[in-house]
């Protein structure tokens, strides 16, 4: 028997270094299921959105209410992270109380990194490329549709699409509420939080990359008079200029979430005939909602395909995800993410 070993990169080791390079890979194995057991794919997703948001914040250098910001990304990480680890670590609580607490810390963390977008986003970036957005819808469409779209300013019409545009509140809790609340957990249920995720962290970080106020603050000055509205364009404009971020316009999220969820909708469809009306009633309120973003003046139109394209990535990239994850952490041991034991 050789005492030494060549390497196919052409070095000499001796038994003890292949011992040692397979305990490093044992260790590394036993650091890859420890993570696993307590993080899922969609934890991780939002942990990266939180430390790349934070990173940004310190790089912008000093500014009102970055200290404070920067506070709370580090409270919604130590939230993120606690809550993971009480959800399926702590066995020793009923499996009930543990999903519960694991729901509402990620319902919590995505609705405080939203709200404090009003906050993170002019910190991160000062300027504004509404001017870029406007050229870029020019060159594509020949005109700007948000503009176009003023010869129907009527108080029917925007109260049609305000009702939409408000919707999009009411489809996003309902479709939490069914997917983590009330549907079994499984594999449909980590496609949802996947693909959820993914859509609202890529879309957040779009805003940092590419901030603008939309054309009711940067083309105001080009439209004939304000909107035509009434009850339901109230409520919009409250809603706004109470919890809005002011700069969240490129992508149009308006436009990715609820077509997300028609689209995971949809799927599950295939499997499931009774969704397809649920699915239906969705996709048919998020064409009304795409159309409101930009006749209410809210979006350019390259917001809106932007919106469209990571909805559609989204609704490709999740169910591969998701089956991945779970092969993954089956290769572990563990059962999938959402089923608590």
Same mark, same amino acid.
């Given at each position: 028997?050789?005492? %030494? ?55 912008? $250098?000093?500014?009102?209410?970055? &200290? ?31 999903? &519960? ?26 300027? &504004? ?5 406007? %050229? ?11 503009? @176009? ?13 305000? !009702? ?25 249920? =980590? ?22 106020? $939309? ?14 509205? $009434? !009850? ?44 397809? @009306?649920? =699915? ?59 089923? !608590?034991?």
């Amino acid at each position: 028997m050789h005492e %030494r070993l060549t390497t196919d990169c052409g070095k000499v080791a001796g038994p003890r270094g292949l011992l040692d390079v397979g305990r490093d890979g044992a260790l590394w194995k036993d650091v890859l299921r420890g993570l696993t057991a307590v993080f899922a794919l969609q934890d991780v997703i939002i942990l990266g959105y939180i430390a790349a948001t934070t990173v940004l914040l310190l790089w912008a $250098g000093p500014a009102e209410m970055q &200290s404070e910001s920067v506070h709370r990304n580090l409270a919604c990480i130590a939230a993120t992270v606690l809550g993971c680890v009480f959800a399926r670590r702590a066995t020793f609580v009923a499996p009930v109380i543990r999903r &519960s607490v694991y729901r509402l810390v990620l319902v919590g963390i995505f609705l405080q990194n939203y709200l404090s977008l009003r906050h993170i986003l002019p910190i991160v970036r000062s300027d &504004s490329l509404d001017m870029e957005l406007l %050229r870029v819808d020019l060159f594509l469409f020949g005109v700007e549709p948000a503009l @176009w779209l003023e010869r129907f300013n009527t108080r029917p019409i925007v109260e049609w699409f305000s !009702f939409f545009y408000f919707s999009y509140f009411f489809i996003c809790f309902f479709s939490m509420v069914l997917a983590i609340w009330v549907d079994r957990p499984g594999r449909a249920t =980590a496609q949802y939080a996947i693909g959820t995720a993914l859509v609202y962290c890529v879309g957040q970080l779009g805003y940092m990359v590419v901030p603008a106020y $939309g054309p009711i603050v940067a083309l105001s000055d080009a439209y004939q008079g304000p909107v035509d509205g $009434g !009850f339901f364009w109230g409520w919009v404009i409250r809603v706004v200029q109470s919890g809005g971020a002011m700069k969240d316009v490129f992508p149009s999220l308006h436009t990715a979430a609820p077509l997300w969820f028609a689209l995971h909708t949809f799927q599950r469809a295939r499997a499931d005939r009774r969704l397809l @009306w649920p =699915a239906s009633v969705t996709a048919f309120f998020s064409a009304n909602i795409i159309v409101s973003t930009m006749l209410l003046r809210w979006h350019y139109a390259i917001d809106v395909v932007a919106g469209v394209a990571l909805a559609v990535g989204a609704a490709w990239v999740t169910p591969r995800l998701a089956a991945w994850e779970e092969r993954f952490r089956a290769g572990l041991g563990h059962s999938q993410p959402w089923i !608590f034991r």
